[in-house]
């Protein structure tokens, strides 16, 4: 039975998604049919579809009683929305349908695990608010787990591990993983995984102190690398990083793909800068594009899925370019592209002092990377997207080069940039709303830089 208020929102957001054109949404990143969306959830692979469900208030392009919006894609770059999935229309779901997972049962069911929010506190008098996200996966015994997000009566972050044979009673093993003072403090939509004979454990904490050139985003998103004991159910912790060293990524989740890849995606907005937008904006949420993930040397790396090939149009390469000051290059140029620079000094003896792309250009705006090597820091600045709000438009993320040499790997949709370094050790992702005539790129060095520039547009 479908409740009232689930048909109430599918008729409202087929009759609304038909107001938003083509143009002012992003082209290949899955965003929201209408209204606002946040965390992806569901990731799941169910009857040859990928299925990717999310956080959704269709009603307003700000956050509001959470529903869960639905669409499915062959190849995680087309989507096709279907009618929304969750409305919180129950007792126990009245306040909000939150995150959660899917996982397609043996007999063929595709059974979604989420948070149901209601008004009532829990009887041991802690936060309603403070268990949540439940991200479930099936072992290769056939048994299932899942991962919670929660955190002590002080308000400290840590990951629980229930345990399950049918998917369906689930039954309390352990925290899995405490934070103990130290990345923020809720921990947010939790997810585990195996990779490459590492365990990792993926989280979004909430409130976090940025440290060193690590964790600026207020809420952000941290990747804890080790070991795993399968018999004892114990992770051991060797290393933390951020996933993401750019303004908006939140809330990641993954999915194993059938053919073993493990794919992360994640919401492409951070709370601390997703509500500024005026209301003439009809839709806010975007989801990153999905990425592959891997562990090499201790870290976690992420590529922009292999699918995105096939979406790449023209070639345009410029070889050994050597510049100083601003350059524009012949066929370089657009809002939607997967283009792949690899810098260095035109002459050793003389490391150049600065190098930036700029892109989203005309005269009144910019969007821009840039690399300094002396410091070794890449950073991405939107600050002349059209926003008229003093907040924050710049990320620094410190990287890896060898004398100077760094590759950088633009994906640009309209609307947002990610930004993968030296082959996926570093992201950064910006969303910029820069009025989409705005397709201009140039090349900018102080000092003397050679490059190479290979760029596709994207079909
Ligand atoms: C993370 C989050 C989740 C919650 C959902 C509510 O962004 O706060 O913890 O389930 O969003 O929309």
């Known amino acids: 039975m479908i409740s ?9 957001e087929e009759e609304m998604e038909q107001t938003i054109t083509k143009e002012q949404r992003p082209d290949f990143h899955l965003c929201t ?3 606002w969306m946040n965390d992806p959830n569901g990731f799941s692979y169910y009857k040859g579809e990928y299925h990717l469900f999310y956080q959704y ?28 999935a969750l409305a919180p229309d129950s007792g126990y779901d009245r306040d909000g349908c939150f995150s959660g997972s899917a996982v397609v049962l043996p007999d063929g069911r595709h059974l979604l695990l989420y948070t149901g929010v209601s008004g009532e506190t829990q009887p041991d008098g802690s936060s309603k608010f403070d268990f949540r996200d439940p991200k479930m996966w099936q072992k290769p015994d056939g048994s299932y787990r899942c991962v919670v997000g929660n955190c002590t009566e002080d308000g400290d972050g840590q990951v629980l591990l ?7 009673d ?43 050139f690590e964790y600026h985003n207020g809420n952000g998103t941290l990747c804890l690398i080790g070991s795993y004991d399968e018999k004892t159910d114990t992770f051991v912790e060797e ?6 060293y750019g303004i908006d990524f939140y809330a990641t989740q993954t999915i194993l793909a059938p053919d073993g890849r493990r794919i992360l995606i994640a919401w492409m907005q951070n709370w601390d800068t997703c509500n500024l937008h005026t209301p003439a904006q009809p839709w806010l949420g975007q989801m990153t594009l999905p990425r592959e993930l891997s562990v090499k040397n201790g870290r976690l790396y992420q590529t922009p899925i292999r699918e995105i090939e096939t979406l790449h149009g023209e070639e345009v390469r410029h070889e050994n370019v050597t510049f100083t000051d601003v350059i524009r290059l012949k066929g370089v140029e657009g809002r939607k592209m997967d283009m792949e620079l690899t810098i260095r000094p035109a002459d050793m003896a003389n490391m150049y ?9 005309d005269d009144t705006y910019q969007t821009s990377v840039s690399f300094r090597p002396h410091e070794s820091i890449v950073k991405v600045d939107r600050k002349f997207s059209g926003s008229r709000r003093a907040i924050i438009h710049q990320r620094r993320c410190l990287v890896n080069h060898q004398d100077g040499e760094i590759k ?15 082959d996926g050790e570093y992201v950064l992702t910006a969303t910029m709303y820069t009025d989409p005539a705005a397709d201009g790129i140039s090349f900018y060095a102080d000092g003397e830089v050679t490059m190479d520039v290979v760029k596709y547009e994207l079909k």
């Not at 093993?173 to 585990?192: H, I, S, T, Y």
């Open 33 to 35: 049919r209408v209204g």
């Open 408 to 422: 950088l790997r633009l994906v640009l949709d309209r609307f947002s940039v990610e930004v993968f370094v030296n």
């Open 162 to 168: 229930f345990a399950s044979e049918n998917g369906i």
């Open 170 to 212: 689930w039954n309390f093993e352990k925290v899995l993983a405490k934070n103990q003072g130290r990345f923020g403090k809720m921990w947010e939509c939790p997810d585990f995984f195996l990779l490459d004979g590492k365990a990792v454990l993926l989280t979004s904490p909430m409130d976090m102190l940025p440290y060193e």
């Open 57 to 84: 208030h269709p009603y307003d392009s700000h956050w509001g009683p959470m529903h869960w919006g639905h669409a499915v894609s062959k190849d995680l770059l087309h989507w096709r929305y279907l009618p929304a």
């Open 353 to 361: 002092h600065k190098f930036a792309v700029r892109f989203a250009q």
């Open 4 to 12: 009232q208020i689930l048909r109430d929102a599918r008729k409202y």
């Open 239 to 244: 290393k933390d990083q951020a996933v993401d």
